[in-house]
């Protein structure tokens, strides 16, 4: 069964410095989403991007967030200047196209860890 | 937006008993509502799915209800086994436009007791 991935799993940085989070979503799949968990709350909404644009974003999805789907297979999640409080579980998500409602499908995740 | 409300945000049964967990949710236009079993370090796992012309779906141990009038959901789990012991995460969907993103309750902790 296909199944999102995401790399790598487990990312250390220190403060101010950028990242890249990387994602494969399901091959037939045009919907992308990232998610946010910090350590023992909910799964937060950051951004989601269909057609090659962000379709909608999250208050949380600032200035210093960017995704990009550099080519057919990779969707990236970019944090340009890290800060302690983005130590999360980024979650990487995605869905076919269609006029009704679709599951969601999640990838592992990465954890972030700001130094 | 939409905003989801879960409760409780624990809940301890033992084994054979049943489990119950309600989300209410705020917008009118939500079509769709997962839920999704959460294992430590582990990803989200949908378990069972709901849509809005739909008044309840069973899968085995699990069913979920909806009630649009009062804008609320359930989960319930029966004959629950330890292995049922994980954080379960409701969830709705608002189509914007196309849009498909989701907001999630806060999550329940259940833990199923030998």
């Known amino acids: 069964e296909p199944e999102v991935t995401q790399t790598p799993s487990h990312q250390v940085t220190q403060m101010g410095q950028e990242v890249i989070l990387r994602c494969v979503p399901i091959?037939?799949?045009?919907?992308f989403y990232w998610y946010r968990q910090i350590l023992g709350q909910k799964v937060e909404f950051l951004v989601s991007?269909?057609?090659?644009?962000?379709?909608?974003k999250s208050e949380i999805f600032d200035d210093q967030f960017s995704v990009e789907r550099p080519d057919g297979s990779n969707f990236t999640l970019k944090i340009r200047s890290t800060k302690l409080e983005d130590s999360a579980m980024y979650f990487c998500?995605?869905?076919?196209?269609?006029?009704?409602?679709?599951?969601?499908?999640f990838g592992p995740g990465t954890r972030l860890t700001v130094t | 937006g939409e905003n989801v409300e879960q409760h409780p945000s624990t809940l301890s049964v033992q084994e054979g008993d049943s489990a119950v967990i309600k989300c209410t949710y705020s917008?009118?236009?939500?079509?769709?509502f997962p839920w999704y079993k959460q294992e430590l370090g582990k990803r989200p796992q949908l378990i069972i799915d709901?849509?809005?012309?739909?008044g309840e779906k069973k899968d085995q141990r699990i069913a979920v209800t909806l009630n649009k009038t009062a804008k609320h959901f359930s989960l319930h789990i029966t004959e629950t086994q330890p292995e049922d012991s994980a954080v379960y995460f409701c969830?709705?969907?608002?189509?914007?436009?196309?849009?498909?993103?989701?907001?999630f309750g806060a999550g329940t902790r259940l833990t199923v007791k030998p």
């Open positions: 998500a995605s869905s076919e196209q269609s006029g009704r409602a679709r599951e969601q499908y």
């Open positions: 091959s037939n799949h045009l919907y």
């Open positions: 991007f269909y057609n090659n644009e962000i379709s909608e």
């Open positions: 917008d009118s236009a939500s079509n769709y």
């Open positions: 709901i849509r809005s012309n739909v």
């Open positions: 969830a709705a969907r608002v189509p914007l436009g196309g849009n498909n993103d989701m907001r």
